[in-house]
């Protein structure tokens, strides 16, 4: 990390923290940290990364992630880089950006397409990487430009080739990163987007109060179309949601409600919500996390696979 020190100076923090930097309030110290506040300067370092042979990571509110108790022994970029314009009904967002504050803008805007995202927390960038949605939207829904960084240059991805699928794009594969969107929207009621999302948000607050260290969901559901039909028939098809079994009921039904390891606790009244209550460690959550997706398998064929990104830490053991 010498290197990095000669070329950014001041702008390189040390044994940042990583649990500052966290939603779930869990992860020990990145070996440096620089932030970005442009997507020029993303790319800048980027390329002293690249060309340092270091290893980096690129992080955004830090919503989805579980990083391990030792930190990252990589350099970690937080995506600064906010910023929205608008020409008609196109809006360029900068990567860095909150979600919330798109969301905000668009139904400043009478836009439609983005109102039910209302209370996602994160970037823009960290909701195209998983694809995020909620209440029947996703983020790729109106997207129609991905402008990213492929390690060599600065390229322009279409939304057919960004390969969205449920909470999966093609950036989980191919480590591109993100740095502006564009996005389409059509013009809608003002009043009636807003009302909606004031519904959304006052739902998503009784779900997740104010100040809940935790991940949002641990798991992915299950595509139904992807179980056996052996597996499938152990499911009450009431259960089955929009083609989805939710990983919650599944880890319902295996006990994971309300259970506890260290300070890592599983919601009473969600067993798919792991809250870190103040001390809480991410061994103990991988475990606790494994244990209960080993029993959904033990019980019913099916491998639950994270949501949530792992930082430094190995995958489960499914
Ligand atoms: C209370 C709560 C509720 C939530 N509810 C929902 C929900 O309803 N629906 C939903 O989908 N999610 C939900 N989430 C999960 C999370 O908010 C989303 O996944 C969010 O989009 C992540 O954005 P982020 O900026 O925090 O990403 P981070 O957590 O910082 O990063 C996540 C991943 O994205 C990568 N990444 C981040 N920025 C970039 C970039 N610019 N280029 C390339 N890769 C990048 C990171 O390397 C990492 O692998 C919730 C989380 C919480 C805490």
Not at 41 to 57: H, M, N, Q, S
Not at 117 to 139: S, W
Not at 296 to 309: A, N, S
Request: overall charge neutral; charged content about 20%; some cysteine.
């Amino acid at each position: 990390m010498l290197s990095l020190a000669t070329i950014l100076g001041e702008r390189v923090q040390y044994d940042v923290p990583m649990s500052e930097h966290t939603t779930l309030g869990i992860g020990g110290p990145s070996r440096a940290m620089v932030r970005a506040t442009t997507p020029e300067e993303l790319v800048e370092l980027l390329r002293v990364a690249i060309a340092g042979d270091i290893p980096y990571i690129v992080i955004g509110g830090g919503s989805n992630l579980l990083v391990a108790d030792r930190g990252v022994d990589r350099l970690v970029i937080k995506n600064d880089a906010t910023g929205i314009t608008a020409a008609g009904d196109t809006a360029v967002v900068r990567s860095g950006t909150r979600l919330q504050d798109l969301v905000d803008y668009s139904l400043a805007h009478g836009w439609q397409g983005l109102q039910r995202l209302t209370g996602i927390p994160g970037t823009v960038g960290g909701a195209v990487y998983g694809n995020a949605g909620a209440y029947g939207q996703v983020i790729s829904d109106w997207l129609e430009e991905v402008v990213c960084f492929d390690g060599r240059q600065v390229v322009s991805l279409g939304k057919g080739e960004s390969r969205f699928a449920y909470r999966h794009s093609t950036f989980k594969e191919n480590g591109f990163i993100i740095l502006e969107l564009r996005f389409r929207l059509q013009a809608a009621d003002p009043a009636a987007l807003t009302g909606e999302s004031q519904g959304i948000l006052a739902q998503r607050l009784v779900k997740y109060p104010v100040g809940l260290r935790c991940p949002g969901s641990f798991f992915k559901n299950v595509l139904a179309s992807t179980v056996n039909p052996e597996s499938l028939q152990l499911i009450p098809a009431e259960r089955v949601v929009y083609g989805k079994i939710p990983a919650g009921y599944l880890l319902e039904t295996v006990g994971a409600r309300g259970q506890t390891l260290g300070d890592i606790h599983i919601s009473p009244s969600n067993a798919n919500l792991f809250i870190n209550g103040g001390q809480g460690r991410a061994e103990h959550l991988w475990q606790l996390a494994g244990q209960f997706a080993g029993r959904v398998r033990d019980k019913y064929g099916i491998r639950l696979t994270p949501e949530v990104q792992f930082v430094n830490l190995p995958p489960l053991p499914l």
